[in-house]
């Protein structure tokens, strides 16, 4: 029945938040581009199971933070809301296990519902394809970043993964269709930027994505950009990784 319900009402989603009437997004008329963006969608089949995984009063954490992490919008969507609750000076946990523990079943829940969900209908199909192989590309590098990291420290393996996930987050606005003045001629790295800083997440993943080296702060941001920009190209011939081989690779939680 909630697969059913979730599937049959995708379409008729409300826009994002911050968007006017139509899907198009409030913009910041001195900087051209949106000065709050919204979470990215989200892939139906992963909110179904989510919202199936969080259905019992005791959750699998494991499982939970597996579905979450295989996919870019709901990964997205964890932060945000972990890192309003937390406050930005919380920056050393990029554990999503532990904020998925923080943030409890109840908000868990009431996130995978109001998660906008990506369909041909809504996007159309050329751009759904395109998502689709965006989000593929994107856990491909989110777990070869993970596997670089072990090979260093185990503790960095999560800010690894998260970082590769979301390294080419600002070519997202582009394939959803975001009507934003001056897109087109929007550096994805820049604009990936503005939305991660935007949306408070921590300093190390903010300068890691941003892709400058010259920007860095810090030793850690440094080797973090490296690392992702090393998985990036690895993933450009990797086998195709999916959804059930991220998920199982979830970090223990205790």
Known sequence: MLANTRFSEWHSRAPFPGYLPGGFPRTDPKVGLSSEFPSPPAMPDAVVLLELSLASNIADLNAV??????????TVELLRLAFRER????????SLGELAVDLGLEKLRTMAAATTLL????????????????????RQTAQIAEELALEISATIREAAYIAGLLCHVGMLPRLLGWAVPGIESADPAELGFRMIEAWKFPSLLVEAIRG??????????????????TADRQAATAPIVTPAQVANRTPASS
């Open 65 to 74: 933070t597996g579905l979450i992490r295989t996919d870019v919008g709901l």
């Open 212 to 229: 400058d080296e010259q920007a860095c702060t810090s030793p850690q941001a440094l080797g973090l950009l490296r690392l992702i920009r």
């Open 87 to 94: 406050g930005r000076h919380r920056a050393s946990c990029l």
């Open 119 to 138: 369909s041909s209908r809504a996007q159309g199909k050329v751009a759904f394809d395109a998502c689709q192989e965006f989000w593929k590309r994107a």
